[in-house]
């Protein structure tokens, strides 16, 4: 019997299923991983926005943590929604002794502007999450958030990405999404650059695309490939999604994690 790859997700929970730990699970299990889930916050959210969210003690996500990785094992995490110093420090304490690949996400602000990261926590996401990061995966709100650098073109991506990794992680990938024309995203390590290009799809239902990105990179390293690799497959995986993304309720639809399957 064949085990696959085991992958964790520490982020919080969208009751609306189209970002968070269901936009994680579901692109762990299409990319041919065993997702499992440790959650940092539970949302009241649909496609209008988030209508509510509430922090779990340090001590329940310290639980799921140890009962997760103790007994089962990873060979990858991604983390999403941490929300608070407090759950930053946490996570950044259980992530430090493993030697896994770790992609972080460093979530700032909801699809539709909401904030899911206190201002006093991101100071604590510089310093001690983005240095055991493997990857990190900020947008151009998070750079902005992260560094205070204004993101409007392809030039400005380059010193985005040498600020973001100053903070220490191995590689970033700044993703340009929110920039006009074809979608660009910036990998780099401060060496190595690969530019990851792809046709903008006129669709509008493209919630949970930052988080599907981030667990479909954590997913294919997982399974052995390099970061480059890992990347190029995840961006491949993602403009599907969201050129299969429908509408749900009265806002913005989700991305189609299943659209290889449909």
Not at 26 to 55: D, I, P, R
Not at 120 to 137: G, K, M, Q, S
Not at 201 to 213: I, M, Q, V
Not at 233 to 257: N, Q
Request: charged content about 20%; proline content about 5%.
């Amino acid at each position: 019997m064949t085990i696959p790859p085991r992958v964790l997700t520490v982020a919080g929970s969208d009751s609306g299923g189209g970002a968070g730990i269901q936009a994680d699970l579901k692109t762990m299990l299409a990319l041919g991983v065993h997702g499992m889930s440790v959650v940092t916050a539970v949302t009241a959210q649909n496609s209008l926005g988030v209508q509510g969210a509430w922090e779990l003690p340090v001590e329940a996500v310290r639980a799921q943590f140890r009962s997760v990785v103790d007994d089962i094992g990873v060979q990858a995490v991604k983390t999403g929604m941490l929300s608070s110093t407090a759950l930053v420090g946490a996570v950044a304490e259980l992530l430090a002794p493993l030697d896994v690949p770790v992609v972080v996400d460093p979530v700032g602000v909801s699809k539709h502007g909401d904030p899911l990261l206190a201002a006093d926590a991101v100071e604590v996401v510089r310093t001690r999450l983005l240095p055991l990061a493997t990857v990190a995966t900020p947008n151009l709100d998070e750079v902005r958030q992260l560094t205070g650098i204004v993101v409007d073109g392809e030039p400005a991506m380059r010193e985005a990405a040498e600020a973001v990794l100053k903070c220490g992680p191995r590689w970033v990938l700044i993703k340009g999404g929110h920039l006009n024309g074809d979608a660009v995203d910036l990998l780099t390590d401060g060496g190595r650059e690969h530019w990851l290009r792809a046709v903008r799809h006129d669709n509008r239902h493209t919630h949970g695309t930052g988080c599907t990105l981030a667990s479909a990179i954590a997913s294919c390293l997982a399974r052995g490939m390099d970061v480059p690799e890992a990347a190029h497959a995840a961006k491949e995986y993602v403009t599907g999604a969201i050129a299969a993304g429908f509408p749900l309720g009265g806002g913005i639809g989700p991305v189609d994690h299943a659209w290889r399957w449909r």
